[in-house]
């Protein structure tokens, strides 16, 4: 059964850091571009970074550029991303998906094949 997983969310403080995971099971990460989106309450779904599959190349939004880091461990297959400063519009429930590489729409949810079921972010004092 293909599967991903997040793990790593939590409630943080504004500044403060996390780390999330993506999992794979059923299927090997270093076959697919992986991305990161985000959803906060009453707001649309958004592309927040992607890394591709042999790690060429790697996407930011600007909200989050300089601050998230996204890297991947093909042999652990997992994908990870590091969110240091964190801001209180950072808050939000954040999924990984895996895909294809495509350069024009890399923070589009549809252009991929498989979706994890999120982990939640809250950045509070």
């Known amino acids: 059964q293909v599967q991903l997983v997040e793990s790593g969310g939590g409630l943080v403080q504004p500044g403060g850091s996390l780390r999330l995971s993506c999992a794979a099971s059923?299927?090997?990460?270093?076959?697919?571009?992986i991305g990161w989106f985000r959803q906060a309450p009453g707001k649309a779904r958004e592309g927040v970074s992607c890394?591709?599959?042999?790690?060429?190349?790697?996407r930011y939004s600007d909200s989050v550029k300089g601050r998230f880091t996204i890297s991947r461990d093909n042999a652990a297959n997992t994908v990870y991303l590091q969110m240091n400063n964190l801001k209180p519009e950072d808050t939000a429930v954040y999924y990984c998906?895996?895909?294809?590489?495509?350069?024009?729409?890399?923070?589009?949810?549809?252009?991929?094949?498989?979706w994890g079921q999120g982990t939640q972010v809250t950045v509070s004092s």
């Open positions: 998906a895996a895909g294809g590489w495509y350069a024009s729409s890399w923070d589009i949810w549809d252009a991929y094949d498989y």
């Open positions: 059923g299927f090997t990460l270093d076959d697919y571009t």
């Open positions: 890394i591709t599959n042999s790690d060429e190349i790697r």
